[in-house]
């Protein structure tokens, strides 16, 4: 299984904050992902990247972006935080099958 | 991309076993099956993966018939720790590019003792 590692787990923050959400992996992963899922709903594609220098948009439409300088970071910023971004976001990597580091569960007052 | 359907719900009881059945009617040529388990809270966990007939590991086993327009996640003996959400996702694995993943609303797998 893949160790991808996401940091923080847990963020609360003001409305108008810019944040980062990291997320790391070690087993040399290409493909990369971020998914936006609301509780008790199903994920949403938001990001991804297929190596470095590489990102594109997915089917979730998000004010969020993200950045591939390594092959093992893959952060995703908002520039100004707003409750509607409260969410849990996950990330995975994939070598044909996708794995999941444990998320993030940001909520924005 | 292939239209999943799989039951939103489903209870048992702890030692039995469960199977979850879910329609992937226009599955491609080139799609893979795989299943997905998630605790609240955490990521998605892959369970197993397979294209055709039945592919077996150390937690379980899917049945996919010759038709590949459906497919049965096989859970032996569950117990109370198997409650979770399970999911069902059907896509290629592409050489080149990125592979985009559709999930569904997943089933929500109660365990009773």
């Known amino acids: 299984e893949a160790d991808i590692y996401q940091t923080p787990r847990y963020l609360v923050i003001g409305t108008g904050k810019k944040i980062t959400l990291e997320c790391s992996q070690t087993?040399?992963?290409?493909?990369m992902y971020w998914y936006q899922q609301d509780p008790g709903m199903e994920l949403h594609l938001i990001h991804y990247?297929?190596?470095?220098?590489?990102?594109e948009k997915g089917d979730l439409s998000s004010e969020s972006t993200v950045s591939r300088i390594r092959t093992e970071h893959f952060p995703l910023t908002l520039e100004s935080a707003r409750p509607s971004h409260t969410s849990q976001y996950l990330c995975a990597t994939s070598n044909g099958i996708q794995y999941f580091g444990a998320g993030t569960r940001l909520s924005v007052l | 991309l292939a239209k999943i359907t799989q039951p939103i719900s489903m209870d048992s009881y702890e030692g039995q076993e469960v199977n979850i059945t879910c329609s992937h009617n226009n599955i491609a040529t080139n799609d893979y099956i795989t299943w997905y388990q998630q605790f609240p809270s955490q990521g998605p966990r892959f369970i197993i993966q397979?294209?055709?007939t039945k592919v077996t590991n150390e937690v379980a086993s899917l049945f996919i018939p010759a038709d590949r327009k459906s497919s049965t996640l096989s859970l032996p003996r569950v117990s109370l720790s198997d409650t979770a959400v399970y999911y069902c996702?059907?896509?290629?694995?592409?050489?080149?590019?990125?592979?985009?993943?559709?999930f569904g609303q997943g089933t929500r797998l109660t365990i009773n003792p």
């Open positions: 990247s297929y190596g470095v220098n590489s990102t």
């Open positions: 087993m040399g992963h290409d493909k």
């Open positions: 996702l059907v896509g290629a694995f592409p050489i080149q590019g990125a592979q985009k993943l559709v």
């Open positions: 397979g294209y055709k």
